[in-house]
């Protein structure tokens, strides 16, 4: 079994902005696989699919992004997940707008909702899909910059990346060796 979550603000008001990417991206994934978040549960909403044989529980935490660990955390005990088999979809301000990067594990970074995911789990030690969200033309701090939508002229790139980075993710639960998948979707 493997746990891809998301990371977001679950408000309408947040949808199209630069920290709900890893809504946007599980959100993908879920089209791609066909199923719909159609219920509740440990603090976050949820769809149920297969890929290759293998159940794969898609999350978006409902607990607002500085808090995602509770969800993470309850997910991960109610599915008996280990770290190796989760996979965090989230937006990085340290990278380059609509750059992927995947890594087998790490810091939380600049990352809030990373940093609460790692705080309620113990451990660092699970991969991650980071999408790129830095505009160089923007110039306002970052705890305001995440909250803004993203303008139109990039949804292009953005979407490109959300599905790249659900392609990644279902890849890695498909059974993909995590450097196999870093080597594919990791690009200069």
């Known amino acids: 079994?493997?746990?891809?979550?998301?990371?977001?603000?679950?408000?309408?008001?947040?949808?199209?902005?630069?920290?709900?990417?890893?809504?946007?991206?599980?959100?993908?994934?879920?089209?791609?696989?066909?199923?719909?978040?159609?219920?509740?549960?440990?603090?976050?909403?949820?769809?149920?699919?297969?890929?290759?044989g293998e159940k794969v529980i898609?999350?978006?935490?409902?607990?607002?992004?500085?808090?995602?660990?509770?969800?993470?955390?309850?997910?991960?005990?109610?599915?008996?997940?280990?770290?190796?088999?989760?996979?965090?979809?989230?937006?990085?301000?340290?990278?380059?707008?609509?750059?992927?990067?995947?890594?087998?594990?790490?810091?939380?970074?600049?990352?809030?909702?990373?940093r609460?995911?790692?705080g309620e789990i113990g451990t660092q030690e699970f991969p991650r899909i980071r999408i790129g969200i830095k505009d160089p033309e923007i110039n306002i701090p970052i705890i305001n910059y995440v909250l803004t939508n993203i303008r139109k002229e990039d949804y292009p790139l953005f979407a490109d990346a959300c599905s790249e980075a659900a392609d990644a993710a279902v890849a890695f639960a498909g059974g993909e060796d995590i450097e196999r998948v870093m080597s594919a979707f990791n690009k200069n």
């Open 116 to 118: 609460s995911i790692i």
């Open 58 to 114: 898609l999350a978006r935490p409902i607990t607002y992004m500085n808090a995602s660990g509770r969800a993470v955390k309850q997910l991960m005990a109610k599915y008996k997940v280990p770290p190796e088999r989760l996979i965090v979809i989230y937006d990085d301000f340290d990278l380059p707008k609509g750059k992927l990067r995947i890594r087998a594990s790490g810091s939380a970074g600049t990352h809030n909702g990373m």
């Open 1 to 52: 079994m493997y746990l891809i979550v998301g990371l977001g603000n679950p408000e309408k008001q947040y949808e199209t902005t630069f920290h709900n990417m890893g809504f946007l991206a599980v959100g993908e994934a879920a089209e791609k696989l066909g199923v719909k978040f159609k219920k509740k549960e440990c603090e976050a909403s949820v769809a149920e699919a297969f890929v290759r």
